[in-house]
C-alpha cells in the first residue's frame, strides 16, 4: 500500500508534459456545485447499484466458480471488465470516504476471489477458464482478454494510489497477470494485439505505479504493433479495429469509437513517457479529425449504431446518434492526457462539452438508471422497448460496460478541475471547491453553470506566481477583477493569467457571461440543416414534449430564430434550475402526405412559447419526444 493519492492518467516525473495533475487528497468538491451533486449521488447511488448488480446479474458468479474449480460461464465473455470498473470505482472513492465500510468489504472480498480464481502462471479471465481453457490467447481479435487484464490493472493502481488495504493484495493478482503479458507478448514471446485497446494506458499506468519499465515497453509495443496486420480479418473490416494503418499512419479516426479512443489514451500515456513527440503528434492529428467533424454538439461521438461506430466526417444524424456513454467516457480520459501532454485549452473545452452534456446525461437523477446510447433527438413513436435506443434510461444492461465506466469517472471527478506547472496553478472546470497544491490554496464558490460568476479566493505562497484561469472557447465576453479593481486582459492561449504575491490573500471574480443563444451546424452536416439549437455557456438545451402545451406533437413546433431568448432561473434546488424560454411556432401541414409533387402550402400556423430544459437532464419525466436541433426556417 503506498497512498500517493495520485489520481487516474498521472505522469511520471521523467514525462513529456505541460501540466501537472493535482494529488486527490488536494481537491474536496463541496456538495453545493454540480459537481459535488454528481459525485455525491455516484458514491450514494450509482456505486453501491453497480456493487449490487455484480452479484444480482451472475457476473461475480462466474468468478466464483472459477474459483471453485469450474463450472460453465453465463454472460457475456468480457463480463469480468464490469467486476474491474467496478473495483475501480471503489477504490477511487475509499480515496475521498476511507471509512466506507460496505465498499472495503466489497473491495476485500473481490480480491480474495480474484486471487482464488488466478491460475498459477497468473492467468485471470473466468470465460477462458470455465468454458474454452484451450483457446487461451488463440483468438485476440474477439476475445477482450487483455481489454480485461486491462481494466484489472486500473482497478489495482487505483487501490494503490488511494491507500486502499486491499490495494496491496490486488496489485499482486495484476502484476502475476501483467508478468504473463510481458512474457508472453513482450520482445521475448509473440507478437499480438488485442481486439479492444485498454490494456495499452492500462500497462502505462501500471508502469507509473511500480517503476517496471516491462510494463511500458509492452504497452509501446502493442502501440507500435497495431495497424500491420496481426489481427485477422473478418466482416467488420480492420478499421473497425484500428488494425487498418499504424497509428503513426492513421489520417482519421475510424470503426468502434471506444475501441479508438481508448487506444488514442494508451497512444498518449506511451507518448509522453517514452517522449515520442512524433506518436503525439499523431494523436493531435486524430484530435483535428475526432473533433473536426466527427462529434455532435453535446460531446458524444459515434454516428453509428451499426459496428458502435464513427461514421463518414459530417455524418451526424441526431435520431440516430448513437454516441455511446463510454465513448464520452473515453473522449474526457483521451483529452485529459491531451491536456497534461500539451496544455492546450481545446482539450479542456471538451472535456466540459462532453462532461455536462454526453456523460451527465447518462445517469437519471436517481442514480440509478442509465442511457447507453445518447441520442440527439427522440421522435414521437419511437420504440423504445429495446436495449439499443430506449427511451427512457434503464438500470441495467445486456452489455453492462457504462454504469461502472460513470462510476469509476464520477468517483475521480474532483481530480480533473485543476493542474500545476512550474509557473503555479491553473483552473480548467469550475465548480465549488477547495483546491491546495503545494503552498497555494484556491477557494472556488460559483453556481457554475446556472450561473456566470465564479469567485476564487487565493492565498499562499511568498514568491509570485500564477493563477491561470481557463476562459472557455464558448465564452467571448468576460470580466476579471481582483480584490474589486478590474483587469483588463483577454485571454492567451484559451487561459487569462494573474501573476502576483498571493501571501496575502486575494479574491479574484470571473465573470464568464452566458446569454442564452442559438448555435447552428456546420453546413456538411446535412442531417441539421435548417435547424438551430440552444445553448447558454457550456450546456446544451433541448426540448422535451412534458413542457409543450397538450395536443401539440414537438414535430411540429417551428423556432423563431429571430425572437430573442429569454432565461429563466428557477433555483438551484429545482429539478431544472435553469430553463430556456423560445418563441416558436405551431405548424399544421397543409397535407398529410408524406411527398407532395405541388408546390407545398403553408398550412396553418399560430406562436407558441417553448422552454428548453439542459440535455442532460431530458427523460427523467414521462417518455417522450425530444430533440436539442430544432426547426428554424
Ligand atoms: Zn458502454
Redesign the pocket.
Known amino acids: 500500500m503506498t497512498e500517493s493519492q495520485l489520481g487516474p492518467a498521472s505522469p511520471t516525473p521523467a514525462a513529456l508534459k505541460a501540466r501537472q495533475p493535482l494529488r486527490l487528497n488536494g481537491i474536496r468538491l463541496d456538495p453545493a456545485g454540480l459537481f459535488g451533486t454528481w459525485q455525491r449521488r455516484n458514491a450514494e447511488a450509482t456505486l453501491p447499484h453497480c456493487v449490487g448488480k455484480l452479484a444480482d446479474t451472475g457476473i461475480l458468479a462466474n468468478m466464483r466458480r472459477v474459483a471453485a474449480g469450474g463450472g460453465t460461464f453465463h454472460g457475456l465473455w468480457f463480463a469480468d471488465s464490469d467486476i474491474y470498473k467496478t473495483l475501480e470505482a471503489a477504490a477511487w472513492q475509499l480515496a475521498s470516504t476511507p471509512d466506507d465500510e460496505a465498499l472495503h468489504r466489497f473491495l476485500d472480498e473481490t480480491v480474495e476471489l480474484l486471487a482464488a480464481a488466478q491460475e498459477e502462471d497468473g492467468y485471470l479471465n473466468s470465460y477462458f477458464q470455465t468454458d474454452h481453457p484451450e483457446k487461451r490467447f488463440q483468438e485476440l481479435l474477439w476475445s477482450h482478454e487483455l481489454y480485461c487484464a486491462g481494466h484489472l490493472i486500473q482497478a489495482a493502481v487505483a487501490a494503490d494510489r488511494s491507500g486502499a488495504p486491499a490495494g496491496t493484495p490486488l496489485m499482486v493478482v495484476a502484476r502475476r497477470l501483467a508478468d504473463l503479458l510481458v512474457r508472453r507478448f513482450g520482445p521475448d514471446g509473440t507478437d499480438g494485439v488485442c481486439g479492444h485497446p485498454e490494456i495499452e494506458t492500462a500497462l502505462v499506468e501500471l508502469y507509473r505505479s511500480t517503476g517496471h519499465r516491462p510494463y511500458l515497453h509492452l504497452a509501446q509495443r502493442m502501440v507500435d504493433l497495431r495497424g500491420k496486420g496481426l489481427l485477422p480479418k473478418d466482416q467488420l473490416g480492420p478499421a473497425y479495429y484500428q488494425d487498418h494503418a499504424p497509428v503513426r499512419e492513421a489520417e482519421e479516426v475510424t470503426g468502434h469509437v471506444?475501441r479508438q479512443l481508448y487506444l488514442l489514451a494508451g497512444v498518449v500515456d506511451v507518448a509522453v513517457e517514452t517522449g515520442d513527440l512524433a506518436l503525439l503528434g499523431a494523436a493531435e492529428r486524430l484530435w483535428d479529425s475526432a473533433f473536426g467533424s466527427k462529434t455532435y454538439l453535446t460531446g458524444a461521438q459515434g454516428s453509428r449504431h451499426r459496428d458502435e461506430a464513427f461514421g463518414d466526417p459530417y455524418e451526424l444524424p441526431p435520431d440516430r446518434a448513437y454516441g455511446?456513454?463510454?465513448a464520452a467516457i473515453a473522449s474526457f480520459q483521451w483529452n485529459w492526457r491531451m491536456l497534461l501532454a500539451t496544455g492546450g485549452h481545446r482539450y479542456a473545452d471538451e472535456m466540459e462539452r462532453v462532461l455536462y452534456n454526453a456523460i451527465a446525461g447518462a445517469t437519471a437523477l436517481s442514480g440509478r438508471h442509465f442511457f447507453?446510447s445518447n441520442p440527439l433527438q427522440l421522435r414521437a413513436g419511437h420504440d423504445g422497448s429495446i436495449e439499443d435506443s430506449p427511451s427512457q434510461r434503464l438500470s441495467w444492461y445486456h452489455c453492462p460496460?457504462?454504469p461502472p465506466?460513470l462510476a469509476r469517472l464520477f468517483a475521480t471527478l474532483h481530480g480533473y478541475l485543476a493542474t500545476t506547472d512550474g509557473t503555479g496553478l491553473q483552473v480548467h472546470q469550475y465548480t465549488n471547491t477547495t483546491i491546495h497544491s503545494g503552498q497555494y490554496t484556491v477557494d472556488v464558490s460559483t453556481a457554475y453553470p446556472w450561473d456566470e460568476r465564479v469567485t476564487l479566493t487565493v492565498s499562499g505562497g511568498a514568491e509570485p506566481w500564477t493563477l491561470a484561469l481557463r476562459v472557455p472557447g464558448w465564452c467571448t465576453d468576460h470580466a476579471l477583477t481582483v480584490d474589486g479593481t478590474p483587469v483588463e486582459q483577454a485571454p492567451v492561449d484559451g487561459y487569462l493569467r494573474l501573476t502576483r504575491s498571493w501571501a496575502g490573500g486575494a479574491t479574484v471574480q470571473l465573470d464568464l457571461r452566458m446569454p442564452a443563444r442559438l448555435v447552428t451546424a456546420h453546413p456538411y452536416v446535412d442531417a441539421v440543416r435548417g435547424c438551430a439549437a440552444l445553448t447558454r455557456g457550456p450546456l446544451v438545451y433541448c426540448l422535451e414534449q412534458a413542457d409543450l402545451p397538450a395536443g401539440l406533437p414537438l414535430e411540429d413546433v417551428r423556432l423563431d430564430s429571430g425572437a430573442p431568448l429569454r432565461i429563466q432561473t428557477h433555483g438551484p434546488d429545482a429539478p431544472i434550475p435553469v430553463s430556456l424560454v423560445a418563441s416558436g411556432t405551431r405548424t399544421r401541414p397543409g397535407a398529410p402526405a408524406l411527398y407532395r409533387y405541388d408546390p407545398a402550402g403553408a398550412g396553418e400556423a399560430e406562436p407558441v412559447t417553448l422552454t428548453a430544459i439542459p440535455y442532460f437532464l431530458w427523460g427523467n419525466r414521462a417518455a417522450g419526444p425530444m430533440r436539442v436541433w430544432i426547426p428554424a426556417p
Open positions: 471506444v455511446e456513454t463510454c447507453y460496460c457504462c465506466n
